[in-house]
């Protein structure tokens, strides 16, 4: 799917559209920062958190967010993670707005 299609961000929203799952489940336990593989200077850290939801939008709204607290530069990327988010909200797979529960 990265490869063959030109935009990843409508992409992404629209298998969800197309196959839409009753529960999302994020693994937050670990991440990288300061890029997405070791083998490109990543170093991983811990978040310690497993995301739970029915909401797509809502939920990678809030882990762009803990991504954001580990990693102060990726507020300078984050706009391509926003262009997702804001083209999910747009056709109806939810709402960037949350609330947290923890269990």
């Known amino acids: 799917m990265h490869t063959k299609i030109k935009n990843i961000n409508k992409g992404i929203a629209e298998v969800n559209a197309a196959a839409p799952p009753n529960l999302f489940i994020i ?40 991504l954001q607290e580990q990693e102060p530069r990726f507020k300078e990327n984050n706009q ?16 960037k707005n949350h609330t947290t529960k923890e269990i």
Not at 30 to 57: F, N, S, W
């Open 27 to 66: 693994d937050a336990v670990e991440t990288m920062v300061k890029a997405q593989e070791c083998r490109h200077g990543g170093c991983p850290t811990k978040l310690g958190y497993i995301l739970a939801g029915t909401d797509p939008v809502a939920l990678d709204h809030f882990g762009l967010q803990l």
């Open 80 to 95: 391509k993670a926003l262009k997702y988010i804001e083209y999910a909200e747009n056709i109806g797979l939810g709402s």
